[in-house]
């Protein structure tokens, strides 16, 4: 795919999602001063309502020393950097096949980082957002989390319709080649 055959809804989720997951690392690894009463806590004022509703972005998994939060920010990191690679090779490539990999790879990131941080809360019996209600446990956790699984799974079938077409044009090449 070249630069005007990728959708736009593909291209703004890139630079949408990095901005996002870069605002969301900031906060997971610049802890305690990112959290509420912290000294940069402004720039991340509606995650004092995030971390009661997930405490692993509350004080609770802070003062646990629990490392999954950091770590997950330090993949945050990889797969934002992953999307600005992406986003340069859609613009400045002409290996568009190279350029779908680099996409691929970084949205099966996303979608299995995200999954890995949905069974590790029901693993460990919702122990860090079993405490909502109904309600604000669908629309607070599980809309915006879900978000990171679906859209992302989206680009992937997109992506990967892309490679495995040129999987098969390079296939059905070299069978010709070896029939001549």
Known sequence: MM?????????????ISSLLVLWDAGYCLLRPHSMEGGKWNLLWRPYILYGKVDKFYGIEAWNEEDGFTGAQAFMNLVETALNFVYL????NSQKPGRTSLVGFSAVILTVAKTVL???VEFY????????????????????????WIVVPSMIAIVLGKDLVNRLDTLDNINNNKKDN
């Open 3 to 15: 630069e005007n055959q990728v959708p736009v809804w593909i291209k703004a989720w890139f630079v």
């Open 124 to 147: 460990s019996g919702m122990r860090h957002t079993g405490h909502n209600e109904l309600f604000d446990y669908i629309l607070l956790w599980i809309i915006p989390n879900g978000a």
């Open 88 to 91: 340069w090779m859609v613009s």
């Open 117 to 119: 941080y949905w069974l």
